[in-house]
């Protein structure tokens, strides 16, 4: 029941240091057959925030997985970001933040928020329900927001 | 500043009905709830968790004054107009977990020295939005503003002293410990004038669905209030 269709994308890359550059050229990326799933309509889900933990070093990643691009629409020039086609979830990659006086959001907008590097942000629900999971930093200081 | 390399993730299938994330770097598959790696070149790895309270725009721009906000502007920007319906729930999607609570009954769930223990939003509410309590050993405390919609846990200790809160305010939402006497906030800052900042330390805690609690965690204590 619900069967969705996600597609996932797989970027094969590695990001060497900590800070992404503004503006890179997009990375390199492909596609992965779909991927298929039960999603649920997800209610009110987990909240939760992580800290990226500092992985062992991997040395390469020597190939991408099997890879078989069925589809001729997905073509690695797409930006890496766009709006879902279906109902899958889309990671929100490059956010931008609003100083308080130029929010439009009213007070009694669910968010969440964290304290993270010495700067406080705030998410409303709504936009997280969406995209379920923010890939953020502060000064370099990357964490994941996932809802 | 990590030496490591930094991961970015992505949505990944569903396990007990709550989804998994992949790592688009290693391709590493990992848990949401609690941020296992499961599966791949990082298994057995975890994330740290840090505090991610909900609660209102206006609650949290009050509390902090010079924070940001998410920019709606972004080219999903269609696809935030549905009002989030916080209980809104169909049960038969989500068979998990187990029959002490109704699957999608809210708590606040606390992980502390490895043991689990939900505390449902309800029994919170009826004891006064704060509860002493320890758990694995250790004395926490987990705090419920009902208004501003907030759960969360600490370490009710500070400089060696273990503190007993109780929520101080008869109609509202003030939390106060008995043995300074001195008023804390909801993210665990004692406000107590000017100078040094003074937080309690928090405990893994969210809130969260029963069902992929319990699912997730079938060990999991479960409180409810007397």
Redesign the interface.
Known sequence: ??KLV?A????V????????TEGATPLPSQVTPT?E??????????????????????ST?SSS?ATKDSNPLNSSTEPR???ATGR??????D??????DQ??????????????AG?????????L???????D?V????????Y | ??????????????LD???R??D????TIWT????KAIAG??EG??????????????E??T??????????????S???????Q?????P???NYGDDRLPF?I?VV?VEIGGVFKGYPLFDLALAGGVVNDAVGGMPIVVVYDQIA?TGLAYLRQHDGQILEFYNASDDGYEIRDRETGLLWDI?GRKKAGSGEEVRLEFVPS????WY??SAYHPESQLYLAE
């Open positions: 029941m619900n996600i996932v994308v797989f970027v890359a590695m990001a060497i240091g900590c800070s992404q991927v799933a039960t999603v649920a309509i997800l209610g009110p889900t987990p909240l939760q925030v992580s800290t990226i933990p500092d992985p062992p070093v991997v990643i997985p970001q766009r709006p899958g979830f889309v990671p929100l990659d956010p931008l933040f609003l100083a308080i929010s439009e959001f009213a007070d009694d907008e669910l968010v969440l928020g964290v304290e993270w700067e406080a942000r705030a998410y409303p629900v709504r936009m329900r969406y995209h379920h999971i923010i890939n930093s000064d370099g200081s990357p964490f994941l927001i996932t | 500043m990590l030496d490591g390399k930094r991961l970015t993730f992505e949505t990944f299938g569903l009905d709550v989804f994330m992949k688009r770097e290693t391709g949401h709830l609690d941020g070149p990082l790895q975890r994330l740290t968790m840090i505090p991610l309270p909900q609660t209102t725009w206006g949290w721009k509390a902090y004054d010079d924070t940001l906000i998410l920019s709606s502007e972004t080219p999903f269609d696809r935030y107009v549905r009002p989030v916080i209980g809104v729930f169909n038969r999607e989500a999608n809210l769930g919609r993210h969210f809130i969260t669905e992929g609690w």
